[in-house]
């Protein structure tokens, strides 16, 4: 059974630093590309970063450029996300996903989530 | 950027009726490999998206054969062909043609009236 369990979530000043982990479990974890989707409250889905399965591809959203880093550890069956700079626009729950690639491309599995709250 | 537009935003429907969403992109969804990935998910109240439809047409494992998927290019459309309980949600279109980044529609709530 396809298993992706979030962590990490919690509340955070501005400016501060945050790093969720998802942790893979029932698959091939490095045959994956994995992705980080957030949900503000209340709003729709967004697309947050990008990482190839064997992470030499890697991809962020204009909103968080620079600000945050995706990693995996494929020997840990477990992705990452570290969140830095954080703005109350980032307060949101975080879900990681697992991409299917080649002629499919669709997100098959997601995370539970984690909520991130950045407030002062 | 690939821009999704959903409509309506809000759908109430009475159970047992059909329910129809439309998704509409601001370029065409057909890639270079001649496919068009066009998704639909499921979002039930506190919980996370799942996956109803993939490549406009197609219905993930475990998926009611009431969700059908359909269109081409640039408009798409979710139907579900006699709403239940279980149905109530937000359904989000989706596209994975062309990224970064991966875009989504805002959204459409489905309610029972």
């Known amino acids: 059974e396809v298993k992706l369990v979030v962590s990490g979530g919690g509340l955070v000043q501005p400016g501060g630093s945050l790093t969720l982990s998802c942790a893979a479990s029932?698959?091939?974890?490095?045959?994956?590309?994995m992705n980080w989707v957030r949900q503000a409250p209340g709003k729709g889905l967004e697309w947050v970063s990008y990482?190839?399965?064997?992470?030499?591809?890697?991809y962020y959203a204009d909103s968080v450029k620079g600000r945050f880093t995706i990693s995996r550890d494929n020997a840990k069956n477990s992705l990452y996300l570290q969140m830095n700079s954080l703005r109350d626009e980032d307060t949101a729950v975080y879900y990681c996903?697992?991409?299917?690639?080649?002629?499919?491309?669709?997100?098959?599995?997601w995370g539970q989530g984690t909520l991130v709250t950045v407030s002062s | 950027d690939i821009v999704m537009t959903q409509t309506p935003l809000s759908l109430p429907v009475t159970l047992g009726q059909p329910a129809s969403i439309s998704c509409r992109s601001t370029?065409?969804?057909?890639?270079?490999?001649?496919?068009?990935?066009l998704s639909w998910l499921q979002q039930r109240p506190g919980q996370p998206p799942r996956l109803l439809i993939y490549?406009?047409?197609n219905r993930f494992s475990g998926v009611p054969d009431r969700f059908s998927g359909s269109g081409a290019g640039t408009d798409f459309t979710l139907k579900i062909s006699r709403v239940e309980a279980e149905d109530v949600g937000v359904y989000y279109c989706m596209q994975t043609t062309q990224f970064p980044p991966y875009t989504f529609g805002q959204g459409t709530k489905l309610e029972i009236k």
């Open positions: 370029q065409s969804l057909v890639h270079s490999d001649g496919n068009t990935y």
């Open positions: 029932g698959f091939t974890f490095t045959s994956y590309a």
């Open positions: 990482i190839s399965g064997g992470s030499s591809t890697i």
């Open positions: 490549k406009i047409s």
């Open positions: 996903a697992r991409d299917v690639r080649g002629v499919l491309k669709y997100f098959d599995f």
